[in-house]
């Protein structure tokens, strides 16, 4: 079992940056790829980015791209985002997720957190 635990979400205004963390505890070697979703009130679940096990590959939607960041630390367990250039339309509830392969798709996840909420609003 993999437990995964986002901080780092709260209110900015529109332009602002916020830094997510997600720390990862548990059998860690059934793991690889890490990822970041998003979910809005009333939309499905989508992919933000996603980076392989050694931090090496990355992939970003296309909203994500060239504004927002994503890493990791193995020493730490932990991987994040940066994002810049916060739109309003970035509102939701962020989620970190745990599989074996980088992929868009929320389904080939194996494990969640239990999310964390940014809100761009002036």
């Known amino acids: 079992q993999v437990l995964l635990v986002e901080s780092g979400g709260g209110l900015v205004e529109p332009g602002g940056s916020l830094r997510l963390s997600c720390a990862a505890s548990?059998?860690?070697?059934?793991?690889?790829?890490m990822a970041w979703f998003r979910q809005a009130p009333g939309k499905e679940r989508e992919f933000v980015a996603a980076?392989?096990?050694?931090?090496?590959?990355?992939d970003y939607s296309d909203s994500a791209k060239g504004r927002w960041t994503i890493s990791r630390d193995n020493a730490k367990n932990t991987v994040y985002l940066k994002m810049t250039s916060l739109k309003p339309e970035d509102t939701a509830v962020y989620y970190c997720?745990?599989?074996?392969?980088?992929?868009?798709?929320?389904?080939?996840?194996?494990?969640w957190g239990q999310g964390t909420q940014v809100t761009v609003s002036s």
């Open positions: 548990g059998n860690l070697v059934t793991i690889g790829a």
């Open positions: 997720a745990a599989g074996y392969l980088i992929r868009a798709s929320p389904g080939l996840y194996n494990y």
């Open positions: 980076i392989g096990g050694s931090g090496s590959l990355t």
